[in-house]
């Protein structure tokens, strides 16, 4: 009897492991409560995988011997329930990948703000070395496909807490903890206790071998940290330390520092500006170290990494005011780190689909360098009564356009316009990238 792996969503991770499974000769069935993206059906029809879509059926879902569920399912679905109900192992995609990645190393990234610009920095220095590397997990395709299709001997993938949740014998060679802070609490029962439990899952399973890539800096972490064992080498990257192995960045100059071969460079040529990008360099940095890349390619690639689309994209100057896209910010924390590199006067657009957003942490910032607000989203109402008496210009808009429009009229020369929304984006777009897009659009059209 065929190892029955059903699978649950047929996005990207759902797709890349029905491919996966199906040429590991898994008996596989991927059911979908909404309609299949064409692209995937063509892909599930292509490989001879059964596919059901804009519902579930149940009875046959809960004759599996495993269930891969994908990240955006959740927990409390009354099907999930019938499933941990029958007692169905459920695992994730990465825990499917993992199973079949041979002697390859996994660098895994995960974090609460800097996940994607880490991984990819972190992927164009194995890259610029010369690494047979691929880009993977929730930038790029998904680490299963990759493993099916066009198997390398590094995954540089970046991982979310709903990838984590699920996984039982995965393990990272390089596992990178960037910070913590409050973000998806809708999926964690509102307990921030829950959302920190699932980030540490990044060590599960590590061993003296491996290493873990953290930041002392961020108080979460490193209050975490004191409960937990760490198994494998710990290697922080810091601006208050000098720790002997890891990173630490001082009197503007960084050290990364694995062995007596230490690399040291000035922060001021970095090609990402801002703080932030500075604790994301060094951690990219170290786990270039820990795959062996010598500090002189590390250092090149460090000085030619573009930012990225959607994080804090220069969209355009228009009559002496910079047009700025941070749409990838769907978090308060994000916000404050665009918020704190911003050095000129800023009309900030704001608002979207609140995941529990308090925003009294963004408060003194505004204070200090934001002139103007535009609400882009459905319920504004908590951003108003936030920044009421603070801001002395609070506006709505209903879309991209009007948001541009808007802030155009608030913004003089020498100003800047900041979209670092704060929030998710569901109300209004498809996701962050048609956020993104539209506003850049909107800025061209100006």
Known sequence: ??????????????????????KQGYEVFVSDGSPIKTIYKDELLE??????????????????????????????????????RKGIPVISEIELAWRFKGDSKI??????????????????????????????????????RQIALDPKE????????????????????????????????????????????????????????????YCPDDPVTAQYLTKLTIHSTPL???????????????????????NDDKLTMSVDDFKIKGKHNQYNTMAAGIAAATLGIRKEKIREAITTFESLEHRMELVAMVKGVEYIN????????????????????????????????????????VTEKVKAIVCLGLENQKIHDAFRGIVPFIVDANNASEAVHAAYRCAEKGDAVLLSPACASFDLFKNYEDRGNQFKMAVREL
């Not at 990819?120 to 929730?138: E, K, M, R």
């Not at 993938?157 to 903890?177: C, G, M, N, P, Y």
């Not at 918020?339 to 689909?353: A, D, F, Q, R």
């Open 236 to 258: 922080p990257f810091t601006m208050k330390q000098q720790p002997q192995k890891g990173a630490f960045i001082k009197d503007g100059t960084m050290t990364i520092a694995l």
């Open 47 to 84: 490989h001879g995988i059964e596919f059901e879509e804009s519902k579930h059926s149940e009875e046959r879902i809960l004759e599996a011997d495993e269930i891969m569920k994908s990240p955006g399912i959740p927990e409390k679905s009354d099907l999930m329930k019938k499933i941990r």
């Open 154 to 213: 590094i995954y540089i993938a970046e991982i979310s807490s709903f990838q984590l949740d699920d996984i039982k014998d995965f393990r990272a060679d390089v596992a990178l903890l960037l910070n913590i802070t409050e973000d998806h609490l809708d999926r964690y029962e509102y307990k921030f206790e829950n959302y920190i439990k699932a980030k540490f899952k990044i060590l599960n399973n590590q061993s003296g071998n491996d290493f873990f890539i």
């Open 107 to 144: 660098v895994a990234i995960t974090g609460s703000n800097g996940k994607t610009t880490t991984t990819s920095l972190t992927y164009h220095i194995c890259h610029h070395a010369g690494l047979d590397c691929a880009l993977v997990g929730n930038i790029g395709v998904s680490i299963a």
């Open 1 to 22: 009897m065929k190892h029955k792996c059903y699978i649950l969503g047929a996005g990207e991770s759902g797709t890349g492991a029905a491919i996966l499974a199906k």
């Open 326 to 365: 941070d749409s990838k910010a769907t978090n308060i924390n994000s916000t404050w780190f665009a918020l704190e590199s911003m050095t000129k006067p800023t009309v900030l657009i704001l608002g979207g689909v609140d995941k529990g957003n308090d925003y009294e942490v963004l408060k003194e910032l």
